[in-house]
Every structure is written in structure tokens, then in C-alpha cells.
């Protein structure tokens, strides 16, 4: 994936958060003169749906910080193979993934799968074949925040580099002492496993606040995305760049 693809990706993603946060503040604004109707119908609006509408918030965001964090990643491993590295000219850590997954020391396999496995990546070394076919294994499953996010960073030696005006906006506790990646892994969460109610999701929350989340989250993740560009840019796809450790 180039690197203009990933900035449109995200960008394009979070229009989608803006809309949303329109219509909820449209939604919020017509409730001010009374229970919001559908026109041409008796039928309102009511305050359990409008929470329930609320609550939706937090999963799109969710969805966004995990979709963004893979698609960096993707775009790492693009970069890599674009540029026919040799795992000689990966930087350990990068190199490190690629052992991990070319010779998948992490998954559960039988003595035999396990030999082919170590063969492929001998046979990959031993012709001097460019890097190809491997993933970066994400991990973090249903639990993406801030504090994932900065190991993830660091696991494929990218930078992460947040202003701190923005680092302090993602965690400055909004509530039950969570910042806001936090937060939203938290309700996602819940309403996913079924802990919690999406009506008592956004008790209490207004779309102000809703939107005061999205905003940290979204410049949180703007930041991200330009690092692992510069990253891929400056690092792994010029052809004169040193990246071996």
C-alpha cells in the first residue's frame, strides 16, 4: 500500500466518524424543542434510542483505530517486499517479524510442519531471495488503545513520535480514569461481549462529549499514520536507505 493510499484510507474513514457526528448532533439539537419526529410521521425519536444511537459512536471508533493500525502494518510489509529487501537489510526488528512469520515460531505445529517451516526460511536465506510472502502478526485483538499502539510501534521499529499536546488529549482521563482509546476499547468491549447495554452505554453522555473523544482519537491516530509514512519513506523504500541493525 503507498503511502498516499494510507493517509486517503485514513482520512476516508474518518469522514465516516464526521458524518456520524453530525447526524447525532442534528438528532441532539431537535430534542431541545421536544422528543425528535420522523417527518411526515407520529413517530419520535426516543430517549433510549437516542442512547442507543450514541453508543453506536463508540464502535465506529473503535473500528477505526483498529482498522488504522492494520493497514499501517500492511503498508510496512508492501514497502518492504516493493523494495525487495534481503532480510540481511531489515532492521532487527523488522527482521525479527519476518523470522517470526516465515519460520512461524509462535504457532502451535507438529514436529513436521515445524521442519518445513525452518526449511522455507533456509531455503529463502540460503538463494538470497528478496523478503516476500510474510506478515507482521498483529496481535492485540479486541484490545487496541494508545498503550497497545505505542508497542506495536515499537515491536517494528517505528518511531512513534505524538506532539504533546495531542498525546495529552488521548489520555487525559474522560471517565472511570480512562483517556480516550482507553474508553472506547472499554465500551467496545462491553457492548461486544454483552457486559454492557447500549442504552446504559452513553448514559449520561452528550454528543459534545462524543465529539471531544473523536477528536483525540482522531488526531492520536493522524500522528501514527504520519510516522509509520516517514517511516516506510525515509527507512524501508528508498533504495539507498542503510536499515540493517
Wanted: net charge negative.
Amino acid at each position: 500500500m503507498a503511502t498516499t493510499e494510507l493517509r486517503a484510507f485514513f482520512e476516508e474513514r474518518y469522514a465516516e466518524i464526521d458524518a456520524y457526528l453530525l447526524f447525532l448532533q442534528n438528532v441532539e439539537d431537535a430534542a431541545r424543542e421536544g422528543a425528535p419526529r420522523f417527518r411526515g410521521t407520529d413517530t419520535t425519536i426516543t430517549p433510549e434510542q437516542k442512547k442507543i444511537l450514541n453508543s453506536s459512536l463508540y464502535l465506529q471508533l473503535y473500528n477505526l483505530v483498529e482498522a488504522t493500525v492494520l493497514r499501517c502494518l500492511e503498508s510496512v510489509v508492501a514497502a518492504v517486499e516493493e523494495a525487495e529487501r534481503l532480510p540481511s537489510e531489515l532492521r532487527l526488528e523488522l527482521r525479527t517479524e519476518w523470522v517470526r512469520s516465515i519460520a512461524r515460531t509462535h504457532s502451535d505445529l507438529g514436529p513436521d510442519k515445524r521442519l518445513k517451516a525452518a526449511l522455507d526460511m533456509c531455503e529463502q536465506l540460503l538463494q538470497q531471495m528478496p523478503v516476500k510472502d510474510f506478515k507482521i502478526e498483529p496481535g492485540g485483538g479486541g484490545n487496541w488503545d494508545d498503550s497497545s499502539i505505542e508497542k506495536i510501534c515499537e515491536r517494528v521499529g517505528c518511531g512513534l513520535k505524538i506532539p504533546p499536546s495531542v498525546l495529552r488529549a488521548a489520555k487525559r482521563h474522560i471517565r472511570d480514569d480512562m483517556g480516550a482509546l482507553k474508553l472506547v476499547k472499554d465500551r467496545r468491549n462491553g457492548l461486544a461481549h454483552g457486559s454492557l447495554s447500549f442504552v446504559d452505554c452513553s448514559d449520561g453522555v452528550t454528543v459534545g462529549e462524543l465529539k471531544g473523544i473523536a477528536s483525540a482519537i482522531g488526531d492520536y491516530l493522524r500522528e501514527a499514520v504520519t510516522c509509520f509514512v516517514s517511516y516506510v519513506e525515509d527507512e524501508i523504500a528508498k533504495k539507498d536507505a542503510v536499515i540493517a541493525s
